[in-house]
């Protein structure tokens, strides 16, 4: 499975963006697809998740009713539009495939098998 995140740049705070991440060679095993971001000097945060099959959502406290996460699966992409940034939106963000496990699991990074590149989301006051 390969994943290519692309979108990111430079905007002011309360402006929006939209991360795209393109997969390829997805299996059955690839269950649902999820949106992280490592800010400057802090740890990686989970911010949303999404299944491939019924498009259960799960979103990180801080961005709940601002950002929204979708697939277009005829296009095996998944999308996190981000509206009302804000300047601690700032980072590098990650989407990453994950099999499937209970939603205590959802947040955490080690159930996630492939990761993308990366794509830096920069917030300006």
């Known amino acids: 499975v390969q994943l290519q995140a692309s979108g990111g740049g430079l905007v002011q705070a309360g402006g929006s963006l939209r991360l795209s991440c393109a997969v390829s060679g997805r299996t059955f095993e690839n269950h649902a697809m999820g949106w992280f971001r490592r800010p400057p000097g802090k740890e990686r945060e989970f911010v949303a998740r999404i299944t491939w099959t019924d498009g259960t959502i799960d979103y990180g406290v801080s961005v709940k009713g601002r950002f929204t996460i979708s697939t277009d699966n005829a296009k095996n992409t998944v999308y996190l539009q981000m509206n009302s940034l804000k300047v601690d939106d700032t980072a590098v963000y990650y989407c990453?495939?994950?099999?499937?496990?209970?939603?205590?699991?959802?947040?955490?990074?080690?159930?996630?098998?492939?990761w993308g590149q990366g794509t830096l989301v920069t917030v300006s006051s």
């Open positions: 990453a495939a994950s099999r499937a496990w209970p939603r205590s699991y959802w947040s955490d990074p080690r159930k996630y098998e492939y």
